[in-house]
């Protein structure tokens, strides 16, 4: 059944061996971060079996679907005050910045006679999730002390995601002297530091991470291969675990520029047009509904995106060195978007190979 996304188990068995033991070797361990592929059980799978020790999703259904692999499971994103009861249930750590939401978990975990464990997470300058002020982390920490029903197992960061913010030396080993602190003034201990996402990789072949960061949560690197404070690839590893597949419709040779008056397209913009005469064009089966134009690369590099619509995908094929037909598969490998959104789209298949 088309369009499928088909995902290489090996591949990704491969990939996460290798970054996870480069982060083992630093004496760092992985939470591995499954929400770009909607937490497919089998995929999750294999990353616990490649030595990632919790699996961690931002969507509470993910966490779910997930409940059989028997590792802690993190919810990254701040729960919703008004799901504190599921996250209980459902989840074992949760990220967390906001004290309101840290009672009403506590309430909720006792309620059921739990201790929900929580990791407290500290703005170093990202400006996504996060205490800012060192104050009110103290603050914070002190009030959730007192709380029963929680345990607060350590603290984290989170970088890149939205200030674009590179994790360094010297912010992450603020992240460190303040969990040191925390020690100190309440005589607690804190088990683990969660010292970033795929951004936070580079630094292990450069200056190094500050000692203490204990962990990192990763996603992106594992399944595409690369780091994303600068974007490179990561040496020894695939960026095609996720392959898109679409069917032809149509394939007809038809001019390069629409004929009549131009008005809006499907989605309110002017088209313009480049005259290339008349050219070999092929209709996919797949639209903006299940994945941006942005967000796709095909495999046969002599083929031009032209456009799509919400259900249909427009390429040329004209300088392509296979003689494509009716009913034959086209394939693209996905950026972290496409990934993401074809596997939220319920249209698009997945299928798993080895
Ligand atoms: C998505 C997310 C991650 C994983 O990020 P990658 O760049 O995919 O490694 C880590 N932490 C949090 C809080 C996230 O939301």
Redo the contacts with the bound molecule.
């Keep these: 059944m088309y369009p499928r996304v088909e995902i290489s188990l090996g591949k990704i068995r491969h990939n996460a061996e290798n970054i996870i033991s480069l982060c083992n070797k630093e004496d760092i361990n992985v939470?591995a971060?499954t929400?770009?592929f909607c937490g497919i059980p089998e995929i999750a799978k294999v990353l616990v079996e490649s030595g990632a020790t919790m699996i961690?999703d931002?969507r509470i259904e993910n966490i779910k679907d997930m409940k059989d692999i028997k590792v802690p499971k993190i919810l990254?994103?701040l729960p919703m005050i008004s799901q504190a009861e599921e996250v209980v249930e459902a989840t074992d750590i949760s990220?967390n910045s906001e004290l309101a939401t840290i009672r009403e978990l506590s309430t909720k975990a006792l309620e059921k006679g739990k201790v929900h464990k929580i990791i407290l997470?500290v703005d170093l300058g990202d400006l996504?999730?996060g205490i800012i002020e060192e104050a009110e982390v103290f603050e914070t920490v002190e009030e959730i002390l007192n709380l029963k029903g929680i345990e607060l197992i350590g603290i984290?960061t989170?970088l890149?995601?939205y200030g674009g913010v590179i994790p360094n030396q010297e912010n992450l080993s603020r992240l460190v002297h303040i969990k040191e602190a925390l020690e100190n003034k309440f005589s607690i201990k804190l088990d683990i530091i969660?010292g970033?996402?795929?951004?936070s990789?580079y630094l292990l072949e450069g200056e190094g991470i500050p000692k203490g960061i204990n962990y990192?949560?990763?996603?992106?690197?594992?399944?595409l291969g690369r780091e994303?404070a600068y974007g490179n690839r990561i040496k020894d590893t695939y960026d095609d675990c996720f392959k898109l597949i679409a069917e032809i419709i149509e394939l007809k040779e038809k001019p390069s520029l629409p004929i009549g008056e131009i008005g809006m397209d499907a989605f309110g913009n002017v088209p313009v047009f480049e005259d290339r005469g008349i050219r070999r064009r092929a209709i996919c089966a797949i639209g903006k509904q299940d994945v941006s134009i942005g967000d796709i690369v095909p495999e046969d590099d002599k083929i031009i995106i032209l456009g799509g619509s919400s259900d249909h995908l427009i390429i040329d094929v004209t300088n392509s060195l296979n003689s494509y037909k009716v009913g034959d598969k086209v394939s693209f490998k996905l950026t972290?978007g496409g990934i993401l959104s074809t596997s939220t789209s319920e249209y698009v298949k997945k299928v798993i190979v080895e």
């Design positions: 939470a971060v929400k770009v961690a931002s990254l994103r990220l997470m996504r999730e984290g989170n890149t995601c969660s970033g996402n795929s951004s990789l990192f949560r990763l996603g992106e690197s594992i399944v994303t972290y």
